[in-house]
């Protein structure tokens, strides 16, 4: 089963190997440059050592929280991933029903193969990811139509500038040739206007907040200053994130970012992350270190190539089965009991 994979970092990547077109498979896998951060990115978590509580009632543990307003199961959400029918032949219909399942919340990426509309019709909440592109006109387009399908909120993603060369740059992508969405995204970021606009400022949290009239978060925030800044400038919610290794290379891990991050926002917002989180425990963790919740990016298409709907809701299920063990062995039987002093050494 898709689950099988998360016992070990990387064994759900190798199953997905070979059931994937190479191309797809290497797409989806690399990192930038010298794949430094991509990595790391696991490392900086599994590094981590807990102090368990004892004797504390864990005979029920609760997962559930509340992210702007939604009530989500488990803090498990599924990330903005581009081109999701390279994976499998439904695309982000059969990620969103999956991860509707788990009683959880997919962010679609703005490099999605399926329309939101047609992905709203079969997602629990679900968020729209944004790439501020040189044509603002078509990002409002973008924008218009995620409201309209019903998106709850809007993740600004802006650690891409520029997308830097990495090991797949130039290869065609093994997306179907007859549709025509998968198409135009597969080719979009070549066209003009289509590329992210580099000039970006802080101001665009504001305009995307007025243009939509939804919560904006920011995704790609890996230092304290940055972070009250966006705060300052209206952000409803952080996310850390190095882009799963595929901007800077060499960026921080965000295991080593979060705490300053968390530390800089306080409770003002809710700070998520993600990046190389592989396991239930990477998951406690992450909230200990300051997180609300976590994002996961391969782990859900390896999981959607593996097993479609059910493989992705079998994924969430299991982080979040371990995720609660977890809690119980460390004497924490809701998510407010984690705290940093779970952390030996501290955050
Ligand atoms: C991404 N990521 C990404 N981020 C984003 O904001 N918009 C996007 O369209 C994409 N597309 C994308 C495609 C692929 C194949 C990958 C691997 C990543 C980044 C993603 O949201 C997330 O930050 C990382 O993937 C998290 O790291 P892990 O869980 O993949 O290690």
């Known amino acids: 089963s898709a689950s099988a994979g998360i016992r070990a970092s990387g064994e759900l990547a190798e199953l997905a190997r070979k059931v994937l077109p190479r191309a797809a498979y290497e797409f989806y896998a690399a990192g930038s440059d010298e794949e430094i951060s991509v990595g790391e990115a696991a490392a900086a ?106 998106a709850r909120a809007l993740v600004l993603t802006v650690d891409a500038p520029y997308v830097p060369p990495r090991a797949t740059s130039g290869l065609p992508l093994p997306l179907p040739e007859d549709d025509e969405l998968c198409r135009s995204v597969g080719i979009g970021t070549r066209l003009p206007g289509w590329e992210q606009d580099p000039s970006l400022g802080l101001d665009a949290i504001g305009r995307l907040h007025r243009m939509s009239g939804l919560p904006v978060l920011v995704k790609g925030v890996l230092r304290a200053d940055d972070a009250r800044a966006c705060v300052a400038a209206g952000a409803a919610g952080l996310i850390v994130s190095n882009h799963g290794g595929r901007q800077l290379d060499r960026a921080v891990s965000s295991a080593d970012a979060l705490p300053a991050v968390a530390a800089a926002v306080g409770t003002e917002v809710p700070v998520l992350v993600d990046g190389g989180i592989r396991t239930g425990t990477d998951v406690l963790v992450a909230l200990a270190l300051g997180a609300r919740a976590v994002l996961l990016g391969r782990p859900v298409v390896w999981s959607l190539a593996l097993g479609g709907a059910v493989g992705v809701t079998t994924l969430l299920d299991s982080y979040r089965a371990q995720l609660a063990t977890s809690m119980a062995l460390a004497g924490c039987a809701r998510l407010a009991d984690i705290d940093g002093e779970l952390l030996y050494g501290g955050p």
């Open 45 to 150: 978590w599994r590094g981590r050592r807990l102090l368990p509580r004892v004797l504390r009632d864990v005979s029920s543990v609760e997962t559930d929280v509340d992210l702007l307003g939604t009530r989500l199961a488990s803090p498990v959400l599924a990330g903005p991933t581009a081109f999701h029918r390279m994976a499998h032949d439904e695309g982000e219909t059969a990620t969103a029903a999956g991860v509707a399942a788990a009683g959880s919340l997919l962010v679609l990426s703005s490099r999605a193969t399926r329309h939101p509309e047609d992905v709203a019709a079969v997602a629990g909440p679900w968020w729209y990811q944004v790439y501020w592109l040189r044509d603002a006109e078509i990002t409002r387009r973008q924008v218009d139509r995620a409201v309209a399908a019903g």
